[in-house]
């Protein structure tokens, strides 16, 4: 299954790096999230665009994990000739992550 039927997620940027936030509809699939959704994974699944690290947070009292993904926007906003500068986009693209449920 796809995250998106069990999440949604927001996007936030400074310089250039990227924070993903993963927030689960219901609180009973958030450790399905958690064990499926890793550091390693997030960056597999963004090699093309993360070059740096991406460190997980987990926030169990909101069912959220939360990503930041260092050297992220090709630059940052001000360097990137990318359309997508502020990273907005990843959230999304995360979503599309196939999971087992």
């Known amino acids: 299954m796809k995250l998106r039927e069990i999440a949604h997620s927001r996007t936030g940027d400074k310089g250039n790096i990227s924070n993903i936030s993963l927030i689960a509809y219901k609180a009973e699939d958030y450790e399905i999230?958690?064990?499926?959704?890793?550091?390693?994974k997030v960056k597999e699944w963004f090699k093309d665009i993360v070059k740096g690290e991406v460190i997980r947070y987990e926030l169990p009292n909101i069912g959220a994990l939360n990503f930041v993904m260092y050297d992220a926007l090709g630059g940052g906003v001000t360097r990137t000739l990318s359309l997508d500068m502020h990273g907005?986009?990843?959230?999304?693209?995360?979503?599309?992550?196939?999971?087992?449920y």
């Not at 999230?33 to 390693?40: G, R």
């Not at 907005?88 to 087992?100: A, G, H, P, Y």
């Open 33 to 40: 999230i958690k064990e499926n959704v890793t550091s390693d």
């Open 88 to 100: 907005k986009s990843l959230s999304s693209v995360l979503l599309d992550m196939e999971i087992e």
